[in-house]
Each structure stands twice: as structure tokens, then as C-alpha cells.
């Protein structure tokens, strides 16, 4: 995919020599879904993100590239490492991280490291090591590095954060696509997405949007009443707990009697 | 069939969900333990947060209890003069046991000491009760071949628990004994649920039966009735504060377990009482191990996250 991409820029290049000025280029951004409903059968969501890229002129000559980055609310974290402490493996050293989105994905249309400079990154923190921030680790821990690289890891494992080089599909420089899974455990709230246009590594267009995850219907309500009227909520759950014991001991005399 | 919980915003397996609380429920009826303490465990297992399973933990077992005390309360197998003296001291335990653990959790080792608490009360009363089950198995069969009835030796013997003032009667019980030591394990048993995050059955019924000498099956019926008012009273104190409670959770759990209840207190009738012992002995052993081990063993992973603040 990448080689033919590569042939065509070169094949548009050759036949036209044009100029390469700022925001020369735009997205124009679609989404297969502005918002995400959790109802209580959810599984999860693909979402696709398609766009093409609008010019005034013709096409400028370098490597073009797409990211798309999908990232849930952050929220503070403590990360802890076990130690062995007479005999028994307990949290001995913990490290707060500040921000920490409860999921992020990166979707691109090569690997990273070739598409994309080490500065555009830190400036636009696009890799999932850059999406999250870990300062403030207490003095007493050396090596923090870990810690961060063991949030990565584990949730990476749990399909939280994830990176898709090859994932974005480009077509005749000016259309791509891109489809994210959003796992079933999704956290509520605003999911920034943004797309990055890139000529030789460099980010010359970029387009954020939000996708609104909500919960809905009875989850919705359950939630609202839980947070809003806390003891009718408890009574609630308590009166389903005696109805539920009582209605099961009752069917179960009136099976027992007539078996 | 995946169902997403509303307050501990995860999906789960509904299916799963149904096995686990009939399997508890079916324990819960049988030995007239909570189930607390191995349903706590699973549902961590399964990927419940810690504080949604502990609180919801607790609801689902007002619901199995209230079940099985039912069945119970038919076979005139509850104290309930007794029940409401342990009652007493569980409501002054579990504000005692509230204290303790907020204090705790400022030290910031709660989960550690949690699981401490555990491998510690499950080893030793698993051990006590498998020895004392073991030794009256044997008694009973040693009796049978000399030519007994082949029931065991009445163990009514006088202690401590027998010389102490404020003498009441507990007629179903069949006892004439001083409150003093049923509020004590009210008490206690009250700051283990608070803490725990337990009903607290499996301590109480071996004190029933051990420092208070009532009969087996009169302790099952009068500890889950015990246990329905400490674990509803938990589940409020969860629901105002924390708003831990997972109503969708606590449904799925309380079907399988209702339904499991019934069946474990008719098997529960039809095994005799050491047996009955015995098994529940191999059941908190097995617990207490599998606790221990993870305590013990290098954990493949040895980093875990928290939402910050909690610990």
C-alpha cells in the first residue's frame, strides 16, 4: 500500500511542480458515529473515521501521511510495584501519574518512527508513550521510566491503548479511512479524536472533533439515581434483594409440594 | 450474552454472572455462610473494581440469606432470641469496624491487610474445624463399631462461657447462658464484615458451635439471620457514601444465588452434621491456600494501577 502511495506522489510530483506553502492542504473529517450509546447489551463499537484531504492548488510534493488518534478522558492514576517483603509480595513504591487517558488508540498510515519527527511528536504527543504524563515521581524511585512503560504495557494488554501502524488506508493522496475498535469496558465522556496530515514528517494539517460516549436508557437511570438520590437507591437494591430471596424460597415450596 | 454494568462500567458475561452467585448461593444455604468471602474474591477475579464488588457483594448476600432463612425459619431452625443479641453487637461492630478500616485505608495497605486478615482467620478456623470435624467423625464410627446407636457423644461439657452473669434462656437453642459472649461475637464478627467486606458466617458459626455449644443446625438458620440485617446495614453504608452499589450486578448475582440457597439448605438437611463441618472446613482451607499463594508467589505482573487517591 505504502509503495503504491509512494509511486503516485512520485508520478504527481513529476508531472506537476508545485509550490509547498502553509495549510496548503485541509481535512475534511467524517465519522460512521458522532456519539456512542452504552445500553446494557453493549460490546464494544467500531468506529470508522474517513475524510479526504481539500486543496486550493495542486498537489505539493513529499511523503503524505495520515494519523488518527482516538483518546478517552484522562484521569489521575497511581501506578504500584510488588516487592518482596518478609516473605510476602505486597505494593511497596507507588507512582501518581497525572494524566492517563482510560483509552487511546493510534491509527497510522506507516510505522510512527518513519512517518512522523521526534519534535512533531512531542509537540502534538501522538504515540501512546506521549499521551500519557507522568511527573512527580518521588525522588526515592529511580527509575520511573518503568512504571510508565508498566501502564502501557498492561493496558495495552487489556485493549485500552493501542497502536495501529498501517492502520489508516490512503488513497490517490487524497482519501483515507480508518476503523477504531472501542472496547466494551468504555468509560463516559468526550473522546477527542484528531486527525494529523503529514509532508515529510512534518504535521502541516491537523483536525480535532470530539465522540460523545453516553450511557443510555436504564443505564442512564440506574447511574443518575445511584449518584443523585443515593439512600432510595440503596433501598431499591435492598428491597430487589428480599423480594428476590422471598420469591425464589416461595417458588420453591410450591414446586417441592406438587413434586 | 455481555451486559454492561452501570456503576462498575465494565462488561461481563450475564451467564457467568448467573453461575457464580447460584454456586454461592448453594455454600450459602448449606453452611449458612454469607459467601462473602468467596464471592468478593471471584468477582475481582472476573474484573469487577474492588470497591463495586465489595459493596455489591454485601447486597447479593442479603438476598441469598433471606432466602435460605426463610427455608429456615419453616423448620423452626432459628434462634431468633439469640439471632437478635448477635445482632446488638454486629450493628456496634461494624461502626467499630468502619473506624478501623478508614484508618487503614489512610495508611494506604488496605488491600494487603484485607488479604492478611483473610489467609490469617480463614487458616485458623479451617484448621480447627477440620480437626474437631474429624475427630467426631471418628468418634461416631468407633462408637458405631462397638455395637452404639451410632450417635455421637453430646459434647456439653461446662466452661468459661457457663459461669458469666446476665444468664438468659434460649429455648430453640437449648441453652442457659450468660450474653456476655454472643454480643462479644456480635461484636467482633461485626468489625470483621466492616473490614472484610464479608457476612461474616464462616467465623460465627464455628463460635456458635465451639464457645457457645449450640446445635449445628440450629446455628446455620440463626447466623443468616444475623447476617441479613449487618449486610443490608453495609449495603446502605455503601450506596450513601461511596455509591458502590451495582444494581444490575447485585440482580444477576441474587437470581443465581436465590435459587442456588434452596438447594444448598435441602442438601443441607439431608447430610449429617459432621460432614456438613467438614466440608465447609476443606472449603475455607482451600481459600485460605489460594490466598496465601498469591502472597507468597512472585506475581507475573508486579505492576498494578490505581484510580489515584484509592488503595
Redesign the interface.
Known amino acids: 500500500m505504502t509503495g503504491l502511495i509512494t509511486r503516485l506522489a512520485l508520478l504527481v510530483i513529476l508531472l506537476i511542480p508545485a509550490a509547498r506553502t502553509a495549510l496548503a492542504e485541509e481535512i475534511v473529517m467524517g465519522l460512521s458515529q458522532r456519539s456512542i450509546a452504552?445500553?446494557?447489551?453493549?460490546?464494544?463499537s467500531d468506529i470508522l473515521i474517513f475524510g479526504a484531504i481539500k486543496r486550493e492548488a495542486s498537489v505539493p510534493e513529499g511523503d503524505l501521511d495520515v494519523i488518527v488518534t482516538v483518546a478517552g478522558p484522562s484521569?489521575?492514576?497511581?501506578?504500584?510495584?510488588?516487592?518482596?517483603r518478609m516473605?510476602?509480595?505486597?505494593?511497596t513504591e507507588?507512582v501518581?501519574?497525572d494524566r492517563a487517558p482510560s483509552f487511546y488508540a493510534v491509527a497510522a498510515s506507516g510505522p510512527l518512527a518513519e512517518i512522523l519527527s521526534q519534535t512533531e511528536d512531542l509537540r502534538h504527543r501522538i504515540s501512546v508513550p506521549l499521551a500519557i504524563r507522568a511527573v512527580g515521581a518521588p525522588a526515592t524511585i529511580a527509575d520511573a521510566q518503568r512504571?510508565s512503560d508498566?501502564?502501557i504495557?498492561?493496558?495495552t494488554e487489556d485493549a485500552f491503548y493501542s497502536a495501529l501502524e498501517d492502520g489508516v488506508d490512503v488513497q490517490e493522496e487524497t482519501l483515507f479511512r480508518t476503523s477504531i475498535r472501542l472496547?466494551?469496558?468504555?468509560?463516559?465522556g468526550d473522546y477527542s479524536t484528531r486527525i494529523f496530515l503529514l509532508r515529510d514528517k512534518q504535521v502541516v494539517a491537523q483536525y480535532v472533533t470530539t465522540i460523545d460516549v453516553r450511557?443510555v436508557g436504564?443505564?442512564?437511570f440506574?447511574?443518575n439515581l445511584?449518584?443523585g438520590q443515593?439512600?432510595i437507591?440503596?433501598?431499591?437494591?435492598?428491597a430487589?434483594?428480599?423480594l428476590?430471596?422471598?420469591?425464589?424460597?416461595a417458588f420453591?415450596?410450591i414446586v417441592l409440594r406438587q413434586g | 450474552?455481555?451486559?454492561?454494568l452501570?456503576?462498575a462500567?465494565?462488561?461481563v458475561n450475564a451467564y457467568l454472572l448467573l453461575g457464580l452467585g447460584g454456586i454461592v448461593g448453594v455454600l450459602s444455604g448449606l453452611f449458612g455462610v454469607g459467601g462473602g468471602f468467596l464471592m468478593t474474591p471471584l468477582l475481582f477475579f472476573i474484573?469487577i473494581p474492588p470497591a463495586v464488588a465489595v459493596a455489591t457483594g454485601t447486597?447479593?448476600i442479603?438476598?441469598?440469606?433471606?432466602?435460605?432463612v426463610?427455608?429456615h425459619l419453616?423448620r423452626k431452625t432459628v434462634d431468633l432470641r439469640m439471632g437478635v443479641v448477635l445482632l446488638a453487637g454486629g450493628m456496634v461492630g461494624a461502626g467499630i469496624g468502619i473506624i478501623v478500616f478508614n484508618y487503614l485505608k489512610s495508611l494506604g495497605?488496605v488491600?494487603?491487610l484485607v488479604t492478611l486478615f483473610y489467609v490469617v482467620f480463614l487458616g485458623i478456623i479451617g484448621a480447627l474445624m477440620f480437626v474437631e470435624s474429624l475427630t467426631a467423625i471418628r468418634r461416631a464410627r468407633k462408637a458405631r463399631r462397638a455395637g452404639g446407636t451410632g450417635i455421637a457423644a453430646k459434647r456439653r461439657q461446662r466452661n468459661w462461657v457457663h459461669v458469666l452473669p446476665f444468664k438468659m434462656r434460649f429455648r430453640t437453642s437449648g441453652l442457659y447462658i450468660s450474653v456476655v459472649p454472643p454480643v462479644l461475637i456480635g461484636v467482633s464478627v461485626g468489625i470483621l464484615t466492616a473490614i472484610m467486606g464479608v457476612g461474616g458466617g464462616f467465623i460465627m458459626v464455628p463460635a456458635m458451635i465451639y464457645l457457645l455449644g449450640m446445635p449445628t443446625k440450629v446455628v446455620i438458620g440463626t447466623s443468616l439471620f444475623q447476617i441479613i440485617f449487618v449486610t443490608?446495614f453495609t449495603?446502605?453504608l455503601?450506596?450513601?457514601t461511596n455509591?458502590t452499589?451495582d444494581?444490575?450486578l447485585?440482580?444477576l448475582l441474587?437470581?443465581g444465588g436465590?435459587?442456588g440457597?434452596?438447594f444448598g439448605a435441602r442438601i443441607g438437611v439431608k447430610l449429617k452434621a459432621e460432614q456438613l463441618r467438614i466440608l465447609l472446613a476443606v472449603l475455607v482451607l482451600a481459600v485460605c491456600f489460594k490466598l496465601a499463594l498469591?502472597?507468597?508467589?512472585?506475581?507475573s505482573?508486579?505492576?498494578?494501577?490505581?484510580?489515584?487517591?484509592?488503595?
Not at chain 2, 498469591?294 to 506475581?299: A, K, Q, S, T, V
Not at chain 2, 505482573?301 to 488503595?311: F, N, P, Q
Open positions: 452504552i445500553t446494557t447489551n453493549f460490546e464494544g484521569r489521575p492514576v497511581t501506578v504500584w510495584r510488588k516487592e518482596r516473605g510476602i509480595w505486597i505494593n507507588g501518581p501519574v512504571f508498566a501502564l504495557r498492561i493496558r472496547p466494551a469496558n468504555l468509560t463516559e450511557k436504564l443505564e442512564r440506574l447511574y445511584a449518584h443515593p439512600v437507591y440503596g433501598l431499591l437494591s435492598l430487589l434483594a428480599v428476590g430471596g422471598w420469591a425464589a424460597s420453591f415450596r | 450474552m455481555q451486559i454492561y452501570p456503576i462500567e465494565v462488561s474484573g447486597n447479593q442479603v438476598a441469598s440469606s433471606f432466602s435460605g426463610l427455608a419453616r495497605q488491600d494487603l443490608a449495603t446502605m455503601h450506596a450513601v455509591q452499589v444494581v444490575v447485585a440482580v441474587l437470581l436465590v435459587i440457597a434452596q498469591d502472597l507468597l508467589l512472585m506475581p505482573e508486579l505492576y498494578s494501577i490505581t484510580a489515584a487517591g484509592d488503595m
